[in-house]
């Protein structure tokens, strides 16, 4: 039997594992609903990554998104543009592309794939405890 020590750890392997992930993926999601600086960012994914684990540290803070956000940048998905704010200061917008319109597209299609799969549709069953309903707005 694996004693708490190691299982706490295994846990918070597992979780940051899976938030470093998706986390990408959700930046680019929230980036082209609306041209939105870093730390608006920040206050979204908060809203994601709020459960509390007094184990593990879900928050996201700006030595993680801001090396995302220029990575993104340089593979061309966003375009970071300066302006000045209501608070007169300079403060760096962020919009989605083409390629990153193009990129999102086909992760719905992904996505829209698993959801159609019974395996799937089980596994997130079992795991939350809930019916996902995979039918199209």
């Not at 959700?26 to 870093?38: A, D, F, P």
């Not at 302006?83 to 962020?94: D, I, L, S, T």
């Not at 999102?104 to 996505?111: G, K, S, T, V």
């Not at 019974?118 to 019916?131: A, C, L, Q, R, V």
């Amino acid at each position: 039997m694996t004693d708490e020590k190691d299982f706490e750890k295994t846990h918070e392997k597992f979780l940051k594992h899976f938030t470093n992930g998706i986390i990408h993926k959700l930046i680019l999601w929230i980036i082209s609903k609306e041209n939105i600086h870093g730390y608006g960012i920040m206050k979204k994914l908060d809203d994601f990554f709020s459960f509390e684990n007094s184990k593990c540290d879900m928050k996201i803070n700006s030595s993680k998104i801001y090396p995302i956000l220029s990575k993104m940048e340089d593979e061309g998905l966003i375009i970071g543009e300066w302006k000045v704010n209501e608070n007169n200061k300079r403060v760096k917008y962020y919009s989605i592309t083409e390629d990153g319109q193009q990129f999102l597209n086909e992760m719905q299609a992904h996505m829209n794939v698993i959801l159609g799969n019974p395996s799937w549709m089980n596994f997130f069953k079992d795991m939350t405890g809930m019916e996902i309903n995979n039918e199209r707005n």
